[in-house]
């Protein structure tokens, strides 16, 4: 079964506390975000040994399984996009639905002993990403097609929420 899309705007994220994880974008320097993501990755391995990793919750919520489909493809997604930003004067970043690439994946029949060392290798190149800022590099911007424009470092910021929330939703929060 389908999940429905998420349609909100996430970037208010930048601005204010997200009462469903407690991610605190002022609490956040963009430097740690390189060591952050290395520090996830055993949290989604011991999310991903769970017994029920394959089982949604319930119908209208991802496994463990999919949302690591996900991250993993939220890294490979941010590597490219820090990229663009340190390469590029200003670069407009391509659409990415997240809903059709879960689709076109099959996000829900990848196991998640295939996914698992995928899902570590994204997250060693997001984190060389991150690392590889320079200092004076850290105000570069870059922009979606809807017009939001991030700085490297706000688009940190919102990068680790996306996959703090996540860390969440799959209960691997402790």
């Not at 963009?30 to 011991?46: C, M």
């Not at 340190?86 to 997240?98: S, V, Y």
């Amino acid at each position: 079964m389908a999940i429905t899309p998420d349609s909100k705007d996430w970037t208010w994220v930048l601005s204010e506390p997200c009462p469903e994880c407690g991610f605190d974008p002022a609490r956040l320097d963009p430097r740690e975000v390189a060591g952050l993501v290395r520090q996830s990755v055993p949290r989604w391995q011991l999310a991903l040994e769970r017994g029920d990793a394959a089982e949604r919750p319930d119908e209208s919520t991802w496994s463990v399984v999919e949302y690591a489909c996900h991250v993993r493809d939220v890294f490979t997604l941010f590597s490219e996009r820090v990229a663009l930003m340190l390469t590029q004067d200003d670069p407009t970043f391509a659409n990415w639905d997240q809903d059709a690439t879960a689709m076109e994946q099959d996000y829900a029949a990848q196991h998640a002993a295939t996914v698992l060392p995928q899902l570590a290798a994204a997250a060693e190149l997001a984190a060389a990403s991150f690392e590889s800022v320079p200092d004076d590099a850290w105000d570069r911007t870059g922009r979606r097609s809807n017009g939001s424009v991030f700085t490297v470092a706000t688009l940190a910021q919102y990068f680790w929420h996306d996959l703090e929330h996540h860390l969440h939703d799959v209960r691997a929060d402790q």
